[in-house]
């Protein structure tokens, strides 16, 4: 399963810079608004997860699932996006993000791109996500929608 990845942004991944408003009683973010997401990979739930320090979760991807990851702190993360879609003009491209307290994203991962991310520094980190599909489907009746790499050996997507 060796290969090589070169360094570089990925068709389909939108990368969003986001905008935390403070006042005397701490911040709001703006994770998604309806004007400016796709028709096609609006979300159907969200979730929140919180990750120790040093910790990774993935690599996986999705065969037709979009995730809207957003890290907005506390915690920072290195964020890794492989295009594995033999279809897309930058397969074979690995892009590296780092996101979190220091630099809130938004980050949306279309289906086939292999993803994952590692909580750097000290502090957990927590991400929200708001993926265009429901895990597991309807009532959690249906088939994951996920292919994981993190234990197959020789994997190239690892940290």
């Not at 993000?97 to 520094?121: F, I, M, W």
């Amino acid at each position: 399963m060796k290969r090589d990845f070169k360094a570089g942004a990925i068709d389909g991944v939108v990368v969003r810079e986001l905008r935390r408003y403070l006042d005397n009683r701490g911040w709001l973010c703006e994770l998604f608004r309806s004007d400016e997401i796709q028709d096609d990979v609006f979300p159907e739930m969200s979730y929140c997860s919180m990750t120790y320090p040093g910790i990774s979760r993935g690599p996986h991807a999705h065969r037709h699932q979009t995730d809207i990851f957003c890290f907005v702190g506390p915690g920072n993360f290195e964020i890794r996006l492989w295009d594995n879609r033999r279809d897309s003009s930058t397969y074979g491209v690995m892009q590296k993000l780092y996101g979190g307290a220091d630099r809130p994203l938004s980050v949306t991962v279309p289906p086939g791109v292999v993803h994952g991310y590692k909580v750097v520094g000290n502090e957990s980190g927590l991400v929200f996500n708001c993926p265009n599909r429901l895990y597991g489907g309807r009532g959690r009746k249906e088939d994951i929608d996920e292919v994981r790499y993190e234990d197959t050996e020789g994997s190239p997507f690892r940290f």
